[in-house]
């Protein structure tokens, strides 16, 4: 009988353990995207689609802020921005979102893609 009455808190004190031990934050598996464009003409659209099923955007339409700049929060995987304008021929390219960093892609003066 005395064992038993060890035994119960003992349990308790276990049960009472594992069940906070699950309150923790949740892990994020995420990164930051930026997309610079030195010239962005005001019919400028980007899209963004994944490297698994690029039928269909993730982001459609994004336009830039006044100074060309895009930033989105996107979970980890590969992706490709898919920039589209009437007046000004931009290629598609292809980044790699990192969990807790930032990927930047930087379309130039000559509308060519560079991802840091």
């Known amino acids: ?14 049960l009472v353990a594992l069940l906070s ?5 949740d892990d994020t598996f995420t ?7 030195v010239n962005h003409p005001s019919d400028l659209r980007v899209n963004i689609l994944s490297l698994d099923n690029n039928n269909v955007a993730i982001y459609y339409g994004l ?23 009437l007046s000004t021929y931009y290629g ?7 969990v807790g960093k ?3 892609v930087f379309y130039d003066q000559g509308n060519g893609s560079h991802v840091n």
């Open 21 to 25: 031990s699950n309150c923790k934050q």
């Open 63 to 85: 336009t830039p802020d006044g100074n060309g700049v895009i930033t989105k929060e996107l979970n980890y995987g590969n992706y490709i921005v898919a920039p589209s304008s």
């Open 92 to 98: 598609n390219s292809g980044f790699q979102i990192q």
């Open 31 to 37: 990164g930051k995207l930026e997309v610079t464009f």
């Open 102 to 104: 930032t990927t930047k």
């Open 1 to 14: 009988m005395k064992k038993f009455i060890f035994i119960k808190p003992l349990l308790i004190v276990v």
